[in-house]
């Protein structure tokens, strides 16, 4: 029962049915994490001495959320449903010595404050022209805390003390029963606000162009901050269904068509090998049976592969390993295709917060089934016989390499005292998905996947192994990994940028159906480039092909992890120790599921190449 409730809990997704709004409604504007692109350690909007409501309530999170650092508290701010308001006073607050400098370290550490209304995240709206000259608005996430500006030739830091909110809403004149929110954008502003008497507002309220800003000094006990905001309330034609797009507007849809042409011409080359290969071998087997007066050195030179054939199915060194990798590579790759499909078909929209991360860690832990099943027919294809070990080391090893590593970064992070840090229960609960659902169903699968037969390889394995000539230098095994890991991480690498943008510079990536095709790009990269690979290797007389065909298509992961170094160094502007660490270890585990699930895909499609081939000719 405690499994079920941690599963209940996990896979709690709030509803984002729209909710029509009359003039004068309460509107509830929440408040959410505070997040720098510096430090990469979000903080409690509360964390800072912003003005308080009486009563601080937490929103119920999913799991998605807690993981992402999520925490969605009420505000003292007073909306009412399309009625504007100039200017309003939230608070007065006097901040002390430790206070200001925790807002002036803020400043300097680029912290942006994101707000909520009807789901909409806050954003700042910037105007620019595009690389034709035409006019564009783009959308960027929050409002800065402050800024860092020269007053008389001097660095000094302004608190952002006043916010405009625009909230834009659509509504139907036809059928009308209410507005809708569509729209939520921020601008902060700092003005050094006049005495005022109580009950009133600052004569310097709303701001002015050329306003004083409220300079804050460090280790300063006393300064006084007024807070204050306006509101606006402006009708849109965009309706409640696509309010969205506006955020999604922070990418070019143009370079992810020049990805998706990028890794098509790729898939056409190595299209193009793989139809070379099979007509070649099917030509020389027709040529096998109509000339069978040919020697035998000639055959040999012109069907290098089939002298192997005694060999080919000899079971690889560590076999346990490899059926284990295998295992959690097809559990990885059945979350990410169900994961694909449900975002594809909108199930996975932004307004669900941390859907799309409950989504992933939920399905993958239900995918342990597939992972229990696969492993252990291939195991069994190796003429393995514990079983039991194979089972608990495909639910064991690689996810506890993934939660240890997990676990001792959320432990550093929670010494930072930060929010980015997963409360220890939510730890609790991710080891009970993966102890009490994910390992039984391991178990599960393995059962069956044992008990069904195995297909018998199509040709007969040889009791002694045959003697490898010594291989040319670009056929070693290094050497053809790495080659081979090159271009399916070329068909990914311009996605990978969005992807890494919207991971840890805080964009908005919803691009979904781009995705989707990428996502089917690298598939047939990684199984054609296996199958030309392999079929050289055993052109050359090498019959190890089982671990060089996942090892080929998976060392485009040590290509991921480089590129996301180099992004690191070329993109990022992180300063702490801490922070680096942290983006190295959730590095360090993207490529290690990216290696199972690119190495599994050529795995298996070099697997049925080989069986294909060796189905065609008769040895025995």
Not at 283 to 300: I, K, P
Not at 391 to 418: D, E
Not at 440 to 447: I, Q, W
Request: with cysteine; net charge negative.
């Amino acid at each position: 029962m405690a499994a079920l409730a941690c599963f209940a809990h996990a896979f709690y997704l709030p509803g984002v049915a729209p909710i029509e709004y009359n003039a004068g409604d309460r509107v509830y504007l929440s408040v959410n994490q505070l997040t720098s692109v510096h430090t990469q350690l979000p903080m409690r909007y509360y964390t800072l001495p912003f003005c308080q409501p009486e009563v601080i309530e937490d929103d119920r999170e999913n799991l998605g959320e807690l993981l992402l650092g999520d925490r969605i508290e009420n505000s003292p701010y007073m909306l009412a449903a399309k009625q504007a308001e100039p200017c309003m006073v939230l608070c007065e607050v006097t901040l002390t010595k430790d206070e200001a400098n925790a807002f002036i370290e803020a400043i300097e550490q680029e912290y942006r404050v994101h707000l909520i209304v009807d789901g909409l995240p806050s954003a700042t709206k910037k105007s620019m022209t595009d690389i034709n000259g035409h006019p564009q608005s783009l959308y960027e996430a929050g409002h800065p805390v402050g800024e860092s500006v020269l007053v008389s030739g001097k660095p000094t830091k302004i608190l952002n003390n006043h916010i405009d909110l625009t909230i834009l809403y659509h509504e139907e004149p036809i059928d009308y029963t209410g507005s809708r929110v569509v729209g939520f954008e921020v601008r902060g502003h700092s003005v050094a606000h006049a005495d005022y008497a109580k009950g009133s507002v600052p004569s310097t309220c709303p701001p002015q162009s050329g306003a004083a800003p409220l300079v804050l000094e460090k280790d300063k006990d006393g300064q006084k901050v007024t807070f204050t905001y306006s509101v606006k309330w402006e009708q849109s034609e965009h309706k409640w269904a696509s309010r969205w797009d506006s955020y999604l507007l922070m990418t070019d849809d143009q370079i992810h068509w020049f990805s998706i042409i990028n890794s098509l011409m790729i898939v056409l080359f190595l299209t193009g090998m793989v139809a070379m290969i099979m007509m070649r071998t099917l030509h020389a087997d027709v040529r096998r049976y109509r000339e069978m007066a040919e020697n035998a050195e000639e055959a040999q030179e012109e069907t290098g592969w089939k002298l192997v054939h005694g060999d080919v199915f000899r079971a690889p060194s560590h076999p346990m390993l490899l059926a284990v990798s295998v295992g959690n590579g097809v559990q990885v790759f059945a979350m990410t295709v169900v994961t694909m499909i449900f975002a594809v078909l909108g199930f996975l929209s932004p307004a669900n917060r941390g859907a799309l991360m409950t989504a992933m860690v939920v399905l993958l832990v239900v995918m342990g089934i597939c992972s229990g099943y696969y492993s252990a027919r291939i195991y069994k294809m190796f003429k393995g016989k514990n079983l039991t070990r194979n089972t608990l080391a495909t639910a064991m090893l690689y996810p506890s390499i993934v939660f240890s590593i997990f676990f001792i970064l959320n432990t550093i992070i929670m010494g930072q005292k930060t929010y980015g840090a997963v409360p220890f229960l939510t730890l609790l609960e991710i080891l009970g998905l993966w102890l009490c659902i994910s390992v039984p169903l391991a178990f599960l699968g393995a059962y069956f996947g044992w008990k069904k037969p195995v297909d018998e390889p199509p040709v007969r394995v040889n009791q002694i192994p045959r003697q490898i000539p010594e291989q040319v230098w670009y056929m070693k095994p290094i050497v053809s990994i790495l080659m081979g890991g090159i271009l399916p991480f070329g068909a990914i690498f311009i996605e990978l940028f969005f992807i890494l943008s919207s991971i840890w510079l805080h964009k908005f990536y919803y691009l979904f159906g781009f995705l989707f095709i990428v996502f089917v790009i690298l598939i047939l990269t990684c199984a054609e480039i296996t199958i030309v690979m392999c079929y050289f290797q055993l052109c050359s007389e090498d019959y190890h092909w089982w671990w060089r065909a996942f090892l080929t298509s998976g060392a485009s992961a040590l290509y991921v992890f480089l590129y996301s170094v180099f992004y690191f160094f070329s993109r990022l502007q992180i300063t702490k120790f801490v922070s680096a660490m942290l983006y190295m270890g959730y590095t360090t585990i993207m490529a290690l599921e990216f290696f199972l699930l690119t190495g599994t895909i050529g795995f298996f499609a070099c697997y049925y190449f080989v069986r294909q081939i060796y189905s065609s000719i008769k040895v025995d």
